[in-house]
T-cell receptor
Framework: DTGVSQNPRHKITKRGQNVTFRCDPI?????LYWYRQTLGQGPEFLTYFQNEAQLEKSRLLSDRFSAERPKGSFSTLEIQRTEQGDSAMYLC?????????????FGPGTRLLVL | AQSVTQLGSHVSVSEGALVLLRCNYSSSVPPYLFWYVQYPNQGLQLLLKYTSAATLVKGINGFEAEFKKSETSFHLTKPSAHMSDAAEYFCAVSPPDNDMRFGAGTRLTVKP
């Protein structure tokens, strides 16, 4: 079963450092989403891609955040100059358009702790 | 803008009792509605989804939800709770083929 995978699963970093997370979607899925989830809250939408095009970005995605999906397959989410407020679970999901509603399948997440 | 509100951040039931998790939505267009479950340190797993085909939707693990347009609700129920149902449950709304908006979640505790 090749579901959505995310690496690393856990990341501890010091404030001011840059971090990069990777998401590998289900292979035939053309849409890929990034969410952030803080303790006791539901996932908050950050951005999504259709193939390699980034179609929407949330206001939550400050200029320190950048996401790419260069070949329309895996995606990376980079956070520059991390702040303690960036500590959260970062979730990736993928879906296939054309089947409304598109069901999003989630990966296990990357838990980030900024010290 | 679409949104969901989950009433009750924590729900506690006894094993074998009815589970009722509440979700109300706000949407300017006919919504698609979802319930997801999240176990500790894991991603979200789809329980069920409303697609307008039927107002009563059956999902996995014995859960079901009923779409009530007049009440703008999509409550999740299960007739008899199991210990394994203890988890965080999220209601979500989506316009057709677009990103989702999640509620804050309801933590379900099941007492023996």
């Amino acid at each position: 079963d090749t579901g959505v995978s995310q690496n690393p699963r856990h990341k501890i970093t010091k404030r001011g450092q840059n971090v990069t997370f990777r998401c590998d979607p289900i292979s035939e899925h053309n849409r890929l989403y990034w969410y952030r989830q803080t303790l006791g809250q539901g996932p908050e939408f950050l951005t999504y891609f259709q193939n390699e095009a980034q179609l929407e970005k949330s206001r939550l995605l400050s200029d320190r955040f950048s996401a790419e999906r260069p070949k329309g397959s895996f995606s990376t989410l980079e956070i520059q100059r991390t702040e303690q407020g960036d500590s959260a679970m970062y979730l990736c999901a993928s879906s296939l358009t054309g089947l409304a509603p598109s069901t999003q399948y989630f990966g296990p997440g990357t838990r980030l702790l900024v010290l | 803008a679409q949104s969901v509100t989950q009433l009750g951040s924590h729900v506690s039931v006894s094993e074998g009792a009815l589970v009722l998790l509440r979700c109300n939505y706000s949407s300017s267009v006919p919504p698609y509605l979802f319930w997801y479950v999240q176990y500790p340190n894991q991603g979200l797993q789809l329980l069920l989804k409303y697609t307008s085909a039927a107002t009563l939707v059956k999902g996995i693990n014995g859960f079901e939800a009923e779409f009530k347009k007049s009440e703008t609700s999509f409550h999740l129920t299960k007739p008899s709770a199991h210990m394994s149902d203890a988890a965080e449950y999220f209601c979500a709304v989506s316009p057709p083929d677009n990103d989702m908006r999640f509620g804050a979640g309801t933590r379900l505790t099941v007492k023996p």
